[in-house]
């Protein structure tokens, strides 16, 4: 079996090396950190007795349609610390809350019954919106521009209202894509909503890891597969197509994956694509009594996007996706502005003691999955036949997401497979 040298270890790497690592190939990892998940990670920071507590970089959630990353959990035997959520809550400034779910009626008419019922749209907002999914699904295969367009110019080209552009789309999508609306190639807007939405009446449901993410890839998972060895706090620094060169020495595979984030490729001799990050922003808010029961919450018109329940409901996370407004202020105005928000959603938190906070800024936290932009995505070959890519950046069909640095890994899996004069397939369908 030939020999693979990884670098990087978040999801694009882990995946590369659990495909090749169960078809029977001898893998070395390395990875920069002394752990393993890359963005998808967590770690420990002190806890309010002293102690410490492990959280999240930020809250990662999947939807159901992620049938590559839940094949990868599969594999590590972590697919049973998903746990998958039916109702998609929406709360208005003042409380309100609508639920979105699926009924009886099969795809793509499942949630009409509770789309119907959505209080925070009047009924001009939802025929538009209703018009738009239709006009989404006979456009989804046709039209050849939804790269070069936003996906503002689409739902303005559909004559979408202001309140549902800014409720119904901008709040689905922002979180999912991690971009603004106009910052957005209609293309990504497209898939989102016709994998999560319309294909199938269950692929909606939001998959929240119950453990904190780093115990998803624990090392003790890998034991299965012997021949895949990690090597930690063993940064790459250099690649060509003689192999790799860490901490000055020379070590050679006979074929290399890497698996870096496209910002770390140039300075290691691999050319890079011209892409652009958009930021994400995680607020952790601990107070000293249960501000809620809802589990999580999509928060409409304000600059807080999402409230993750982490812990009894006096844990909460917060989440700002393409979070460029926040960039700039310090950690104490954004935790005022995350409070601020919070007061007027749930009403408890007027009564409650804000007791710890903390404020992750992921500036290159994903590519922006701008308009033009699918062109500059390589896909897993480089000048060296010895040498594929993988990573979220890389040519997978998704934006960055761990759905799609799974695919990019499985793709690069496949590719060493290809080489090797042995093809062997790991990637799945979406349907
Ligand atoms: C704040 C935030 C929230 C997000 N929320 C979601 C979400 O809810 N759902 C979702 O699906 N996705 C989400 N994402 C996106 C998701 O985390 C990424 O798309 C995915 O984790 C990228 O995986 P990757 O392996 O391609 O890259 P990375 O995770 O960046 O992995 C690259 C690895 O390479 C290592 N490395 C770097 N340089 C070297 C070197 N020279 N040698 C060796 N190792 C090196 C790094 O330490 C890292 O471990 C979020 C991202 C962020 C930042």
């Known amino acids: 079996m030939p020999k693979v040298l990884i670098a990087g270890g978040g999801l694009a790497g882990l995946s590369a090396a659990a495909a090749l690592g169960s078809a029977g190939h001898e893998i070395d990892l390395f990875e920069a950190r002394p752990f393993l998940g890359g963005r998808a990670t967590s770690y420990a920071i002190p806890a309010v007795e002293g102690d410490t507590e492990t959280i999240d970089n930020c809250q990662h959630i999947l939807l159901r349609c992620c049938v590559n990353l839940l094949d990868f959990y599969e594999r590590l035997g972590a697919r049973g610390h998903i746990r998958f959520y039916r109702e998609f809550y929406f709360i208005e400034p003042g409380g309100r809350i609508s639920v979105l779910r699926r009924g009886r009626l099969p795809a793509p008419f499942h949630f009409t019954g509770s789309f119907l019922s959505l209080s925070f749209l009047d009924r001009h907002d939802k025929a538009a919106i209703a018009r738009a999914m239709l006009a989404l699904r006979r456009e989804r295969t046709r039209r050849k521009d939804l790269d070069r367009i936003s996906m503002l110019d689409w739902l303005l080209q559909k004559r979408q209202t202001p309140?549902?552009?800014?409720?119904?789309?901008?709040?689905?999508?922002?979180?999912?894509?991690?971009?603004?609306l106009d910052r957005m190639a209609a293309a990504h807007g497209f898939q989102v909503f016709w994998l999560g939405f319309l294909a199938r009446a269950d692929s909606y449901e939001m998959g929240v890891p119950a453990v904190p993410l780093g115990e998803l890839y624990s090392t003790e998972a890998w034991k299965r597969w012997p021949k895949v060895r990690f090597h930690f706090r063993a940064p790459v620094e250099a690649i060509d197509g003689a192999g790799f060169v860490v901490d000055g020495e020379r070590l050679a595979g006979d074929f290399h994956i890497v698996a870096l984030p496209f910002e770390r490729l140039e300075p290691l001799g691999l050319p890079a694509p011209p892409l652009e990050h958009s930021p994400i922003t995680g607020?952790?808010?601990?107070?000293?009594?249960?501000?809620?029961?809802?589990?999580?919450?999509?928060?409409?018109?304000?600059?807080?996007q999402w409230m993750f329940n982490k812990s009894g409901g006096r844990y909460l996370q917060l989440v700002v996706s393409a979070s460029r407004d926040l960039t700039n202020l310090p950690r104490n105005e954004i935790v005022d502005i995350a409070v601020g928000d919070l007061r007027l959603f749930f009403p408890r938190v007027r009564e409650a003691n804000l007791v710890k906070a903390h404020v992750v800024k992921e500036q290159r936290a994903v590519f922006s999955a701008a308009p033009e932009t699918e062109s500059l995505r390589p896909g897993p070959k480089t000048a060296f036949p010895n040498v594929f890519l993988a990573g979220d950046w890389t040519r997978t069909g998704w934006p960055a997401t761990m759905e799609g640095a799974v695919r990019s890994g499985y793709i690069a899996a496949q590719a060493v497979t290809h080489a090797a004069g042995d093809p062997k397939t790991f990637l799945l369908d979406s349907y």
């Open 163 to 180: 309140r549902a552009i800014d409720r119904f789309w901008r709040q689905v999508l922002v979180s999912a894509i991690s971009e603004d």
């Open 283 to 304: 607020v952790h808010l601990w107070f000293d009594r249960e501000i809620t029961t809802l589990p999580h919450a999509t928060l409409l018109d304000r600059t807080m």
